[in-house]
């Protein structure tokens, strides 16, 4: 079985991981290629050596010269089955079609700013067009789910809920005053460490989680003095969130850039935040539950379907800069609550997010065996 991956661009961030993994979990039977419309970056060098990746390099708006090459690059390397992610690829499904590829499969992972409740209706309209040529669509969410059956139109039983899945024998809890010496993040080990680990765009809003951090710190000096936060990725945000970060010397604000390795960085952390604006189920809160720290973040998306309110963090409305600030300083202040709920949100991980369930699912999608679901 031949696997084609079709992403807009393959540089490091969530869905892209989730696509490493997949090739990683799906069996040595099955046959890997990833073609880019744009770039690649180094997230290429974490895939095994036969997985042909192939990027088109397609500019800005429409391009009819990329829908020839990929047509070419399809009848070339002839894939059993065609994987698109999100609304930036689905147009090219019916490429697949004219190309003869035998199934086609597009996964929504989640909406961008430019649609961020799945309302625009040019957007809605492609996905209904493009549904008689795609065998599946695999949602990520109950909310996407949901949205694709009720809101689009997409017939239910062309929708499949595949919630992503991690390792959680990598992703695990570690005590880190114990081992801190080993850890990339060289700060004082007493320090209450909050932690984001996210591609630096607009739609995961890390400004309101810099604006809430320097609130925070401004209303309680200890606050100020014994906690650090952490930004680990890049994007194209970096820049106006360093020199916000900069104009506030109260708050100890660090950006580690993007990093291959994040497992060390989560076992760093006392806490993970997330303050997107739309989410589909977020593959840092999984391997943050899993690494056993309590999750602050926005009631966005599929996030209230993974993180219980109370029992493995907290979440608070989307935008609530004050909701946001007391969370941080409530944690802050209630050592015992952050350890219940490390060792509740481990718990959940090992129960709810297993990676091989995933697999299972995915490899019934694209038709490799045929599995009951569960």
């Not at 916000?244 to 010397?249: C, E, R």
């Not at 690494?291 to 029992?311: I, K, M, Q």
């Not at 935008?319 to 944690?331: I, M, N, Y």
Request: glycine share 6%; proline share 3%; hydrophobic share 40%.
């Amino acid at each position: 079985m031949h696997v084609c991956h079709l992403v807009n661009s393959f540089h490091t961030g969530g869905l892209e991981r989730v696509i490493v993994n997949l090739i990683a979990w799906l069996g040595d039977d099955v046959k890997h290629s990833i073609v880019s419309l744009r770039s690649a970056g180094e997230l290429v060098n974490e895939l095994p050596s036969d997985v042909n990746v192939i990027t088109l390099n397609k500019a800005k708006g429409h391009s009819w010269t990329t829908h020839r090459a990929l047509y070419q690059v399809l009848r070339d390397v002839k894939p059993d089955v065609v994987n698109s992610y999100n609304i930036a690829t689905i147009e090219y499904q019916w490429i697949a079609k004219l190309a003869g590829v035998p199934r086609r499969i597009h996964a929504e992972h989640g909406r961008d700013v430019f649609d961020l409740d799945g309302s625009v209706t040019k957007y809605r309209l492609l996905r209904r067009l493009c549904s008689p040529i795609i065998d599946q669509f695999v949602a990520v969410s109950n909310d996407l789910a949901t949205w694709l059956v009720d809101d689009v139109g997409i017939t239910s039983n062309k929708v499949a809920l595949i919630i992503n899945g991690i390792d959680t024998n990598y992703f695990s809890p570690v005590n880190r005053h114990a081992v801190d010496q080993d850890k990339p993040v060289p700060l004082e080990a007493t320090k209450f460490r909050i932690g984001h680990i996210a591609r630096l765009q607009a739609v995961k809003n890390q400004h309101l989680l810099l604006r809430a951090y320097i609130n925070a710190c401004e209303q309680n000096q200890t606050f100020a003095t014994q906690s650090e936060l952490h930004l680990v990725g890049d994007g194209p945000e970096r820049e106006a969130l360093e020199r916000f970060a900069g104009q506030n010397p109260i708050a100890n604000i660090c950006f580690h850039g993007e990093q291959r390795g994040v497992k060390a960085y989560y076992q760093g952390f006392d806490l993970f935040t997330l303050t997107s604006l739309a989410e589909g189920v977020p593959l840092t809160v999984l391997e943050a539950m899993a690494s056993g720290l309590p999750v602050v973040a926005t009631a966005v998306g599929g996030v209230p379907e993974v993180v219980s309110n109370g029992r493995t963090g907290i979440l608070v409305a989307d935008q609530d800069l004050k909701g946001l600030t007391q969370s941080f300083l409530r944690l802050f202040a209630s050592p015992q609550e952050v350890a219940e709920m490390a060792k509740c949100s481990r718990n959940h991980a090992l129960a709810h997010f297993s990676h091989q369930e995933m697999a299972a699912r995915y490899r019934q999608v694209y038709g490799i065996e045929e599995l009951a679901w569960s």
